[in-house]
C-alpha cells in the first residue's frame, strides 16, 4: 500500500501531537524511524550535548541552550510522553529562571511558561501566576492563549476581559491581539446567534445551555452531551447548572467557578454589568504546582487521608505554619462551598492527601526551598548547581571529564596557532636570513654565487628543511673543501684538546678561529668580545657553521642581523631549550660530559665538598675568564653554556673541577638575570653587549679590589660565592655568635617535593618562588600543620656555603639599631651546612609584592601609597646602612602585616625585605663601582639608565621607579632621554596623580650623583604628607579588598 | 468470462475521468478548508463519500463559488489542458502565504483521441483517492497551527495557450519563502494522475 516509507508519518498521525510551530517533516520521519530501532544512541548523544551545554554554557544568555533544548524536545519526541520527559525539562527550566527578572519580558521565557501551562493540570492557575508575576505581561500571547483557554472553557467573558487588559497594557504586538480579541468577539457573537436560532444538536450543547439560564441543575442532566440525553422538559429551578459538566472529571477542578462567569456573557445585555470583575493580580509567591504528572494519587476523601506527623518529614512540613503564599481561590469559590457534591479543589490542594508525597514534587521543593533559603543558609561544598543544572544527573566524573575535554580543545587549538605562528615567523626569518647571509658574504668577501648558496645550505641544514646542497662545480671545491677543513678543525679541537692545549691550540686558517685563540682574548678587549660571541654560538653542534661566518663580518652588519642569527639559533635548540632537561639521554652527544658532571652531581654528595675545597688554579682562574661570557648566553640556550664548557675542557680531572666552579658562576649571573627580565627576549638581545661591557671593566675595577688575593686576572662576579666566601673566611664574630647561627656538620638536606627539615623541624613547603642553580625560595609552613596558611616561614637554600644573606641580615641589624624592624626579617635563624646553607625567616606573609603586580588595575591609590612610601623607606634604611640590594624586584618583597593584616597595629609595615642574593656590602666591598654587573642593568631600562660611572646605589634607584612603575601600570619602566633628563614614555593616564607620580618617577630617574638616602627621605616625607585624616580608613577599605582578590588568585 | 461481465462498463473514459478528478478537487478543497479553520467549523455539514464522513460546506457563498471552479476545472481536465490546482492558505492581516496546497495533475493526452474506456476499477481509484483524503486530514499533526485568520486563494496552472476566462485573473505562483515541503499519495484514474503536496512555513527550528 505504502509507496515509500515517506507515509510512516501516517501510520503514526494519532500518535505525534501537533505542535504550534508545525512540525519539522525529516526531524518526524527519522524520530518515528527511530522508535523502532532498539537503540537511540545518536538521540541519547544529543541530548547529552544539551545537557552538558547548560552545564558550561559561558555566554551571557542561557535560556537560549534551554529554548533549543525544549523545541529539540518536541520535534524528537513526536509521542510527547515519558520518554521525551518534556514535562520535567520545562519544570526545571522554568525553575532554572524563575528568578531572573531580564527574561520576564522575553518572548521565549514566556512560551517556556504557556508550554509548561500545559503540562499543568490548571493552565489557568500558572497565566494568572504569570500575571501576577509580570512575566511576559507586555506580550500579547500571554492574553491570547489565556483568552483561548478559557473561551474553551465557555468562559467568553473572563477570556473578553483577559483580552481587554491585554488591549489596556498594549501588548506586543498589539495588532495581533486586536484582530485576535475582533475574531473572539464575531466567534462569541456568532455563536451566540447560533445557538439561540437553531435546535440544540449535541455539538452546541454548551452553547444552548448557557443560553437558557433557567434549567435547573439536576443529576440526571449529567452527561447529557454525550450520551445524547434529552434534557427533561421542565428546567425550571433556582440552582444554575454550570455547562461544562460533560467534560472530563479532571478539568473539573476549576471549571465549575471559571464557567459561572460564562453566563454572565448571555446575560450582559439584559443585566446591566455594573459588577464587571476585574482580573485582580493575585498575589503568588511560588509558580503554580504542575499537576498533570502520571502516576500519582488522586485526591481522596478526607478521612482516609493521615496527616503525616513523623519528624522525619519535617522538611516538608515546615509550610504548615501559615503559608507566605496566598492561596489562590476562585471568586465564586463561597457560593461552591455550599454545593454538596464535591469539595472545592483549590483549596484541598495544600492540604489534600498528596501532601505526603511532595517529596517527589521538584517544584514544590522550589517553593519550599525558598522559604528555607529565608531560614536556613546552606552552603553546598560541591558544584551541585552543575550536578543538577540539566535534567538529568551528571556524575562529577562527566563534568570533569567535560572540563577537561573543553581545555584540551582550547589548548589544541592554541598550540595550532602557535605553531602556525611559530611556522610562519621561520619562514620569514629564513628568508630574511638568506638574504642577508648573501649580503654578507657578497660585501665581506667576493666569494662565488655558489659558495653563497652552499653557506645557506649549510646553515638551514640545521633547520631541518633539507635544502640540499648544491655546487659540485671545481670553482667552489676549493672553497667547500676550507669550509670542511674549518670544521674539521673544529671538530679536532673538541676532539684533541687537553687541559694544557686548552690556551695554545693552533688558530684556525681563517678570522674565525681567532675566537679560540686565548692570548688575543686577553691582549686585546675588543677583540675577545666578538671572538667570544663567536665561540659562543658555533659550539652548538648543529649550528656551526653559520654564525660563525656571519659573526666574523659582524662589523659590517647591523645589529639587527645578529639578533636574527641569534634568534633562529634559539629555534634550532627548540628542542634542547623547551625538552626537560632532566630527561636528557646522556649519549645524546658523546663529546659532551656535561649530563655526566650533573648526574654526578645529584648522586655524589662529597661532590660539592670537593668544589669547595678546590684551591683555586690559576689555569681554572683564566677557564673561569674565558667561560663567564658563554655562560651569559645562557638566554639563548638555557642548557647549552654548561655543555659547552665542558665540551671545550673534557678529560682532565682539574679541568673538571673548574668547571664546576664555571658553572655555578656562570650561572649565578644568568639566574640574575634571567629572572630580573623574565623572558623578555628584548632583554635577550641585549645581554650580549652589556656583558662585554662588564667584561671590559670588571678586569681593572677587580683587579684591584677585595679580590686581591686571588692571584691572576679577577673577572669576578661581585657576587659569587668565592669571593663571598673570602669575605667571610673566616667567619666573622658578628656571624658566629649570633644566636640563630647553627653550624652543622652534615650535608644540606635534600630538598624534597614538598617536605624540608631544617634544625629538628619539618617543613611543609606550600609555594616557591623562585628556583635558579643554586638558590631556591620557597614558603613554607611547619609539617604538623598542613593547614593552608597565608603565614609562615620562608625558606631560602643555597647551594653554596655562604651565609651571605644572615651575614646581610646581622650587619644591617647591627647598623640600623631601632631602625631594623619589620622591614627585615627580625626573626632569621641560618644553617650552614658543608654544602651549602639554609636561611629560616619566621613570620612571613606568603604574598610578595610580585603577586600584586597581576591585579594592579584593582589597587586603589591608598595602597600604592603606602606600598611605595614603604620601599622608599626600605631602600632608605638599606643605604642607610650602607648595603645595596642591588636586585630590587617585586618579588622580593613580601607584604608585610600591614597590608595582609589591615586591622593589625598602625606601626607594622607594608614591606618585609629578606633576600640579599646580589646585595653588596659597600663597607666590605668599598671600591667597587659597577652597575652594569646587577641584574637589573640587563633589562632595557637598567641598560638605559645606569652609566658606567654611577654609584652603586642608583642601581637601586632604576630598582625602585621600575617597581613603582610596574605598581602603576602594570609593565616595566620605558624611558627616553630628553634635554639631558630622563623621562618615562609610558602615557601617565592613570587618571589620579599621574603628576604626582610622574615627578616623583622623574626626581628617582634623574638623580645621578646625588646622594640617596635624603633624596629617599624627602621623597617620603612627600609621600607621608599625602596621608590625610581619611585616608587610614579608606585605605583599611582597599586593603581588605586586596587580600580578598590575593585569596581568590591564590587559589586558583 | 465474469471479469468482462461485471466490469466492463466501469471503465474509464476521459470524461468520467475529469468528472473524478473534478469531484475530488471539491471534496479535498472542502477538506483543506475544514481542517485548516479557515472557515468556522458551524458552516460545514458532514457527507459520506469515498467511504469516509467528510465535511462539506453550506456557506452558500463559497458553495457557489467552489461549483463554478470545479465546474471549470472539470472542462479543462477534459481538454487536458490543467497542470496543477492549488489551493494557497493566507493570513488576512499581511498577506502572507502560509500553506501551500498543491496537486500536480498528469494528463494522458493520448486519451483525447482514444474511445475505448482504460480499464481500472473505480473501486480502487476511490481507495486511492481516500487514501490522499486521509493524508489531508492527517496533516495536523505536522502542520503548524494557523494563529491568525486566513483567506484561501486557489490557483490553477494550465498550458499557456490558454485565454483566461472571465472573473478568472492571471496570478504569481505565491510561494512560500522559507518551506517546508510535504508529499501526500497520489492516484491516478489512468488518464489523469493527481500529485498531491503541501508546503508549510518552516519554523525558526534549528
Same mark, same amino acid.
Given at each position: ?703 684591584? #679590589? /677585595?679580590?686581591?688575593?686571588?692571584? *691572576? !686576572? @679577577?673577572?669576578?662576579?661581585?657576587? $659569587? ?5 673570602? +669575605? &667571610? ?113 619566621? #613570620? /612571613?606573609?606568603?604574598?610578595?609584592? *610580585? !603577586? @600584586?603586580?597581576?591585579?594592579?588595575? $584593582? ?5 600604592? +601609597? &603606602? ?186 | ?206
Amino acid at each position: 500500500m505504502s509507496q515509500d516509507c515517506n507515509d510512516e508519518w501516517e501510520l503514526y498521525k494519532e500518535n505525534v501531537q501537533p505542535l504550534r510551530q508545525g512540525r519539522v517533516m525529516a526531524t518526524l520521519q527519522e524520530a518515528l524511524a527511530q522508535q523502532e530501532a532498539s537503540t537511540h544512541t545518536a538521540l541519547q548523544l544529543k541530548k547529552q550535548e544539551f545537557e552538558s551545554e547548560i552545564r558550561f554554557y559561558s555566554g551571557d544568555d542561557p535560556l537560549d541552550v534551554w529554548d533549543r533544548y525544549i523545541k529539540w524536545t518536541e520535534q524528537t519526541f513526536p509521542q510527547g510522553g515519558k520518554e521525551s520527559n518534556l514535562a520535567a525539562i520545562l519544570e526545571r527550566a522554568v525553575k532554572t529562571f524563575y528568578e531572573q527578572q531580564r527574561y520576564y519580558k522575553d518572548p521565549r521565557f514566556l512560551n517556556l511558561w504557556l508550554k509548561f501551562a500545559n503540562c499543568c493540570t490548571e493552565p489557568l492557575d500558572v497565566y494568572s501566576y504569570l500575571h501576577s508575576q509580570e512575566i511576559g505581561t507586555t506580550l500579547a500571547l500571554l492574553y491570547i492563549t489565556w483568552a483561548e483557554v478559557l473561551e474553551a472553557r465557555g468562559s467568553f467573558k473572563k477570556a473578553d476581559l483577559i483580552l481587554q487588559e491585554g488591549l489596556q497594557r498594549k501588548a506586543e504586538p498589539l495588532d495581533r491581539l486586536q484582530s485576535h480579541h475582533r475574531q473572539f468577539q464575531t466567534r462569541v457573537s456568532r455563536q451566540t446567534l447560533l445557538g439561540l436560532e437553531e435546535t440544540p444538536d449535541d455539538k452546541d450543547t454548551d452553547l444552548l445551555e448557557a443560553a437558557e439560564p433557567q434549567r435547573s441543575s439536576l443529576a440526571d442532566l449529567k452527561g447529557r452531551g454525550k450520551k445524547k440525553v434529552k434534557a427533561p422538559v421542565s428546567r425550571v429551578g433556582d440552582a444554575l447548572k454550570p455547562v461544562s459538566q460533560t467534560r472530563s472529571t479532571q478539568a473539573l477542578t476549576s471549571q465549575q467557578p471559571s464557567s459561572n462567569p460564562g453566563f454572565a456573557v448571555f446575560d450582559e445585555n439584559s443585566a446591566s454589568g455594573p459588577e464587571i470583575p476585574v482580573i485582580t493580580p493575585q498575589p503568588w509567591a511560588a509558580p503554580p504546582v504542575p499537576r498533570a504528572k502520571e502516576n500519582e494519587l488522586s485526591a481522596g476523601p478526607w478521612n482516609s487521608g493521615r496527616r503525616p506527623r513523623s519528624g522525619a518529614r519535617s522538611a516538608v512540613e515546615v509550610p504548615y505554619q501559615q503559608p507566605n503564599f496566598t492561596l489562590y481561590v476562585d471568586e465564586s469559590a463561597q457560593q461552591q462551598i455550599m454545593t454538596p457534591c464535591k469539595i472545592e479543589p483549590s483549596i484541598n490542594h495544600v492540604l489534600s492527601a498528596r501532601k505526603p508525597e511532595k517529596e517527589e514534587d521538584p517544584l514544590q521543593r522550589v517553593q519550599n526551598q525558598q522559604q528555607d533559603i529565608q531560614e536556613k543558609k546552606e552552603v553546598v561544598m560541591y558544584c551541585k548547581e552543575r550536578v543538577y543544572a540539566g535534567v538529568d544527573e551528571f556524575s562529577f566524573e562527566e563534568i570533569r571529564a567535560e572540563i577537561y575535554r573543553k581545555r584540551a580543545r582550547l589548548k589544541a587549538e592554541e598550540e595550532m596557532q602557535a605553531i602556525a605562528q611559530k611556522k610562519e615567523e621561520l619562514q620569514r626569518k629564513i628568508g630574511e636570513m638568506e638574504k642577508k647571509l648573501k649580503k654578507i658574504i657578497t660585501e665581506w668577501q667576493p666569494l662565488p654565487e655558489q659558495a653563497a648558496a652552499l653557506l645557506t645550505g649549510v646553515f638551514t641544514l640545521p633547520l631541518e628543511l633539507q635544502r640540499v646542497t648544491p655546487s659540485n662545480t671545481t670553482e667552489v671545491e676549493d672553497k667547500q673543501s676550507q669550509m670542511k677543513s674549518e670544521v674539521q678543525v673544529f671538530e679536532d679541537i673538541q676532539l684533541h684538546k687537553t687541559s694544557s692545549e686548552a690556551l695554545s691550540y693552533p688558530p684556525g686558517p681563517e678570522t674565525p678561529f681567532a675566537v679560540f685563540d686565548e692570548c688575543s682574548t686577553l691582549e686585546n678587549q675588543s677583540i675577545s668580545c666578538s671572538a667570544d660571541h663567536t665561540r659562543g654560538s658555533a659550539r652548538h653542534p648543529l649550528a656551526v657553521r653559520k654564525p660563525s661566518e656571519s659573526r666574523t663580518a659582524k662589523e659590517n652588519v647591523p645589529p639587527e642581523a645578529c639578533e636574527e642569527l641569534n634568534a633562529v639559533e634559539s629555534l634550532t635548540e627548540d628542542a634542547v631549550v623547551t625538552g626537560s632537561y632532566k630527561y636528557k639521554s646522556f649519549c645524546a652527544n658523546l663529546e659532551d660530559t656535561c649530563d655526566f658532571v650533573r648526574a654526578a652531581h645529584l648522586a655524589s654528595t662529597p661532590f660539592h665538598g670537593v668544589a669547595a675545597q678546590r684551591i683555586p688554579a690559576p689555569l681554572s682562574q683564566s677557564d673561569l675568564k674565558e667561560d663567564s661570557p658563554e655562560s651569559i648566553s645562557v638566554p639563548l640556550s638555557q642548557v647549552t653554556p654548561v655543555c659547552e664548557a665542558l665540551c671545550i675542557n673534557k678529560l682532565s680531572p682539574i679541568m673538571e673541577a673548574s668547571l664546576e666552579d664555571t658553572h655555578s658562576t656562570g650561572s649565578s649571573v644568568s639566574s640574575g638575570s634571567s629572572l630580573s627580565s623574565v623572558t623578555q627576549t628584548s632583554t635577550i638581545k641585549y645581554l650580549p653587549i652589556s656583558e662585554k661591557l662588564e667584561l671590559a671593566q670588571s678586569m681593572p675595577a677587580d683587579s684591584g #679590589g /677585595i679580590s686581591e688575593n686571588i692571584t *691572576g !686576572d @679577577v673577572t669576578q662576579f661581585l657576587w $659569587s660565592a668565592e669571593q663571598r666566601m673570602k +669575605l &667571610l673566611d673566616p667567619l666573622p664574630a658578628l656571624l658566629a655568635a649570633a644566636p640563630n647561627f647553627h653550624l652543622k656538620t652534615g650535608v644540606l638536606p635534600a630538598m624534597e617535593v614538598k617536605d624540608i627539615e631544617l634544625g629538628n623541624e619539618t617543613y611543609c613547603v606550600k609555594r616557591e618562588y623562585w628556583t635558579s642553580e643554586e638558590y631556591k625560595m620557597v614558603f613554607a609552613v611547619p609539617a604538623d600543620s598542613c593547614l593552608l596558611l597565608t603565614k609562615g616561614f620562608v625558606i631560602k637554600v643555597y647551594s653554596q656555603p655562604v651565609p651571605w644573606d644572615f651575614y646581610v641580615t646581622l650587619e644591617l641589624q647591627r647598623r640600623l639599631n631601632a631602625d631594623f624592624d619589620q622591614n627585615f626579617s627580625e626573626n632569621c635563624s641560618c644553617f650552614l651546612y658543608q654544602d651549602g646553607c639554609a636561611l629560616l625567616h619566621t #613570620g /612571613i606573609n606568603c604574598f610578595t609584592l *610580585g !603577586d @600584586v603586580i597581576p591585579v594592579h588595575k $584593582s589597587l586603589t591609590e591608598e595602597v600604592i +601609597l &603606602l606600598v611605595v612610601h614603604d620601599l622608599l623607606l626600605v631602600v632608605e634604611k638599606l643605604h642607610k646602612a650602607e648595603i645595596v640590594h642591588g636586585d630590587l624586584r617585586p618579588e622580593v618583597f613580601f607584604l608585610g602585616d600591614r597590608v595582609c593584616d589591615p586591622f593589625g597595629s598602625n606601626i607594622s609595615k607594608a614591606l618585609k625585605i629578606v633576600d640579599f642574593s646580589h646585595s653588596l656590602d659597600l663597607r666590605l666591598q668599598s671600591r667597587v663601582s659597577l652597575p652594569n654587573s646587577f641584574p637589573i642593568a640587563q633589562t632595557p631600562h637598567g641598560q638605559q639608565l645606569l652609566a658606567e660611572s654611577s654609584p652603586p646605589y642608583q642601581v637601586d634607584l632604576v630598582g625602585i621607579a621600575d617597581i613603582i612603575h610596574l605598581l602603576l601600570f602594570g609593565d616595566h619602566i620605558q624611558v627616553y632621554q630628553e634635554n639631558s633628563l630622563w623621562k618615562i614614555s609610558q602615557n601617565t593616564s592613570k587618571a589620579l596623580d599621574n603628576d604626582f607620580w610622574s615627578k616623583l618617577l622623574g626626581r628617582i630617574l634623574n638623580a645621578d650623583g646625588k646622594s640617596t638616602v635624603p633624596l629617599l627621605k624627602e621623597l617620603r616625607e612627600e609621600i607621608s604628607d599625602m596621608f590625610d585624616s581619611s585616608y587610614e580608613e579608606r585605605l583599611i577599605y582597599s586593603l581588605m579588598s586586596l587580600g580578598q582578590t590575593l585569596l581568590v588568585e591564590d587559589f586558583l | 468470462m465474469a471479469r468482462r461481465g461485471s466490469r466492463e462498463q466501469q471503465g474509464i473514459t476521459l470524461r468520467g475521468s475529469a468528472e473524478i478528478v473534478a469531484e475530488f478537487f471539491s471534496y479535498g478543497i472542502n477538506s483543506i478548508l475544514y481542517q485548516r479553520g479557515i472557515y468556522p467549523p458551524e458552516t460545514f455539514t458532514r457527507v459520506q463519500k469515498y467511504g469516509l464522513t467528510l465535511l462539506v460546506t453550506t456557506d452558500p457563498e463559497l458553495k457557489n463559488y467552489l461549483n463554478n471552479v470545479v465546474e471549470q476545472m472539470k472542462e479543462w481536465l477534459y481538454k487536458c489542458i490543467v497542470q496543477r490546482l492549488v489551493v494557497v492558505i493566507s493570513s488576512i492581516d499581511n498577506n502572507e502565504v502560509l500553506e501551500r496546497w498543491q496537486f500536480d495533475i498528469e494528463c494522458d493526452k493520448t486519451a483525447k483521441d482514444e474511445s475505448a474506456p482504460r480499464e481500472k476499477s473505480q473501486k480502487i481509484i476511490q481507495d486511492e483517492i481516500r487514501s490522499v483524503i486521509r493524508q489531508i486530514t492527517a496533516t495536523v499533526t505536522f502542520l503548524p497551527l494557523l494563529e491568525t485568520a486566513c483567506a484561501f486563494d486557489l490557483l490553477i496552472y494550465t498550458d499557456k495557450d490558454l485565454a483566461v476566462p472571465e472573473k478568472w485573473e492571471e496570478s504569481g505562483p505565491q510561494f512560500i519563502a522559507n518551506s517546508e515541503e510535504v508529499r501526500l499519495r497520489s492516484f491516478t484514474t489512468t488518464i489523469h494522475k493527481v500529485n498531491s503536496m503541501v508546503a508549510y512555513k518552516k519554523d525558526s527550528f534549528p
